[in-house]
T-cell receptor
Framework: AQSVSQHNHHVILSEAASLELGCNYS??????LFWYVQYPGQHLQLLLK??????LVKGIKGFEAEFIKSKFSFNLRKPSVQWSDTAEYFC???????????FGAGTRLAVHP | DGGITQSPKYLFRKEGQNVTLSCEQN?????MYWYRQDPGQGLRLIYY???????QKGDIAEGYSVSREKKESFPLTVTSAQKNPTAFYLC?????????????????FGSGTRLTVV
C-alpha cells in the first residue's frame, strides 16, 4: 500500500491560476513533511518542510503548505502560478524516529502561458 | 562547498553485466540513501545506511547491492539479477536524527546517474 499518496499525477493550468496539490500519508504519530520540486533536467530541490509548530509553512517561490493532522494531509498551494513553475512536485514524509524519507509518486504540473 | 557527487552522469550497460554507481559526500553526514526514479512512480528507496559498515534494504532492494566501508562513500551495484535496471538513480545523505526531538534535519541529494541497459 502506498504510504504517501499524491492525488493528481498530471495537472495543467494557465498562468495566474491558483494551485493546490494534494498529499496524504498513512503514518500515525509524529511526522516530518516535505515538498520537493524537480524542474526539467534539474536536481530535486526542497520547496518547504514541516517539523513542528505553525502548521502553515511558507517555502520558496511563493509556495506554502498546510499540515492538517486530523486529515493526515500536507497540501501544497500557490495563489498564482507562473510558466516557470512547470515541474514535477513530490511530497515526502519521515516518520518520527525513523531516518527514512518516503516519497509520493509525484505530480507533473504544466503551466501554459 | 559541501555536497554529494554522483558519477558518472550517464551510464550504459550491456545486459548481464554488473555496474557500480558512485556516491560520495563531504558533508560529514551519517546516513546515506539510494533511490530509483521512474516516471509516474516517484522515488523509491533501494538501500540506506545509517552508519558505517551497516545498511538496510529499502522497498526495492532485489537485484541491487551496496557497501558502506567509509562514512563519505556509499556505492550501489546494479547486478544482472535486476530485471529492469534502466532508470534514474539518486543518492542522498542526511545527518542523524535530532536526539532530543527525533526530527530529521533535511536531506541533500546528488545530481543523479541515468543508467541505460543496451
Amino acid at each position: 500500500a502506498q504510504s504517501v499518496s499524491q492525488h493528481n499525477h498530471h495537472v495543467i493550468l494557465s498562468e495566474a491560476a491558483s494551485l493546490e496539490l494534494g498529499c496524504n500519508y498513512s503514518y500515525g504519530g509524529t511526522v516530518n513533511l516535505f515538498w520537493y520540486v524537480q524542474y526539467p533536467g534539474q536536481h530535486l530541490q526542497l520547496l518547504l518542510k514541516y517539523f513542528s509548530g505553525d502548521p502553515l509553512v511558507k517555502g520558496i517561490k511563493g509556495f506554502e503548505a498546510e499540515f492538517i493532522k486530523s486529515k493526515f494531509s500536507f497540501n501544497l498551494r500557490k495563489p498564482s502560478v507562473q510558466w516557470s513553475d512547470t515541474a514535477e512536485y513530490f511530497c515526502a514524509v519521515i516518520r518520527g524516529g525513523y531516518n527514512k524519507l518516503i516519497f509520493g509518486a509525484g505530480t507533473r504540473l504544466a503551466v501554459h502561458p | 562547498d559541501g555536497g554529494i557527487t554522483q558519477s558518472p552522469k550517464y551510464l550504459f550497460r550491456k545486459e548481464g553485466q554488473n555496474v557500480t554507481l558512485s556516491c560520495e559526500q563531504n558533508l560529514n553526514h551519517d546516513a546515506m540513501y539510494w533511490y530509483r526514479q521512474d516516471p509516474g512512480q516517484g522515488l523509491r528507496l533501494i538501500y540506506y545506511s545509517q552508519i558505517v559498515n551497516d545498511f538496510q534494504k529499502g522497498d526495492i532492494a532485489e537485484g541491487y547491492s551496496v557497501s558502506r566501508e567509509k562514512k563519505e562513500s556509499f556505492p550501489l551495484t546494479v547486478t544482472s539479477a535486476q530485471k529492469n535496471p534502466t532508470a534514474f538513480y539518486l543518492c542522498a545523505s542526511t545527518r542523524s536524527l535530532d536526539g532530543r526531538t527525533g526530527s530529521n534535519y533535511g536531506y541533500t541529494f546528488g545530481s543523479g546517474t541515468r543508467l541505460t541497459v543496451v
